[in-house]
């Protein structure tokens, strides 16, 4: 009896091919003016707009907007104040939906003052955005790069190098202190897991609707899970075997650096927007909050032989050097859509950590009353350290 020939013949793929363009077809005739004209009624458009950012000059106001409604939507007037004012919109006043655009607004603006500005449809649909504290946006000049760069420098890298120095003294515990420690590691990320998604749940809420905020979550969470466990298997022959101590170090080290991205960017943001002693209790909570995580860091190469110092600079950079990255992103270009993503790509990347480390020791270890206490604690110092942003 013949073996069936394995591969896919050109019979095959023009089979595979038909369903695919009927689709295509489908979906394209659903958003041409066919369906428009099937399923229209006599119901006026629904109309959004968010605004994703401003921008403040001297006497100049910058309103960054999105259509984030199903409909066309067309920026008729600006009222600043209670009163129309002049202001152009760019590149277009009608906006598609998901379509940006700027809308620039001549204003004499005072320096601390709040200004309401109030964006009219040509339905006569109104839209609010208050711009708080009123000051000016930075630029990015030789200057503002290192005045942010310092904040990244005081909040991530300084105290997570700090948290570093504990290491000849952590190397001199026992099996049961290096026990103890790995789960109290466990415990500071968890507490770091359960922290960037409850804030990622609260930003889902300041991020239109239309870009499904929750889903885009979800999606920087399991993407990154997934990409470091394939890493991960890849690096150990793609048996699922123990990682070693370095890789597992390197690892942390990374998911922390995105989290302490995420860190940099709510920094950035708050001096942006004027929010200077909200900027400032985040910088005194996240330095104390930083300056734990370097034992997590640390204690997968406890037990590795000979000096460590080049690589403790290595993964104090990679954890801590993010940090000075979001405080720029943060100020010159906020995003709220990349700040959700990095969120959840934060959390899969510790999430896979967690679970790496866990995998590698037996549960019944795992579960020793000194272990579980070493998880609690980790947990506990992470949370205190962490009351001080929470008074933010």
Request: negative net charge; glycine residues 14%; contains cysteine.
């Amino acid at each position: 009896m013949a073996e069936q020939r394995s591969g896919i013949g050109a019979g095959a793929a023009l089979l595979a091919a038909i369903p695919l363009v009927l689709l295509i077809g489908l979906v394209a005739w659903l958003f041409s003016d066919g369906a428009q004209g099937l399923f229209a009624t006599d119901l006026p458009p629904v109309e959004k707009i968010d605004v994703m950012r401003h921008v403040l000059a001297p006497d100049l106001i910058h309103l960054d907007i999105v259509n984030s409604g199903p409909d066309p939507t067309t920026v008729a007037q600006v009222m600043v104040r209670g009163a129309f004012w002049f202001h152009e919109v760019t590149p277009a006043r009608e906006m598609q939906p998901l379509q940006t655009a700027r809308v620039t607004i001549p204003f004499p603006w005072n320096e601390g003052e709040p200004v309401e500005v109030v964006l009219l449809t040509s339905t006569g649909l109104t839209f609010d955005h208050e711009i708080e504290v009123a000051t000016v946006t930075p630029g990015i000049t030789a200057a503002s790069l290192s005045r942010f760069a310092l904040l990244g420098l005081f909040v991530g890298v300084i105290p997570v190098a700090l948290g570093l120095t504990w290491f000849p003294f952590l190397r001199r515990l026992g099996t049961r202190g290096l026990g103890f420690l790995i789960h109290l590691t466990v415990g500071l990320l968890a507490f770091l897991v359960v922290d960037a998604m409850f804030e990622g749940f609260e930003a889902a809420h300041e991020l239109p609707s239309i870009y499904h905020p929750q889903a885009l979550l979800i999606l920087g969470f399991a993407g990154a899970w997934a990409m470091l466990t394939g890493l991960q298997l890849r690096g150990s022959g793609g048996g699922g075997g123990t990682t070693n101590g370095v890789r597992m170090a390197w690892l942390i080290a990374l998911g922390i650096g995105i989290h302490n991205l995420g860190e940099g960017l709510a920094i950035g943001s708050a001096y942006v927007l004027g929010e200077l002693t909200l900027g400032a209790l985040l910088v005194a909570g996240f330095a104390l909050h930083n300056a734990t995580e370097g034992i997590a860091i640390v204690s997968p190469i406890l037990s590795q032989p000979g000096n460590q110092l080049s690589r403790l600079i290595g993964l104090g950079a990679l954890a801590g050097g993010p940090t000075i990255l979001g405080c720029w992103i943060g100020a010159f270009t906020y995003s709220q859509f990349w700040a959700l993503l990095f969120l959840g790509i934060g959390s899969g990347a510790i999430v896979q950590v967690v679970t790496s480390i866990l995998g590698s020791r037996p549960l019944r270890s795992s579960l020793s009353p000194l272990n579980l206490a070493g998880m609690l604690t980790g947990y506990l110092v992470m949370y205190a350290t962490g009351l001080l942003v929470g008074a933010a």
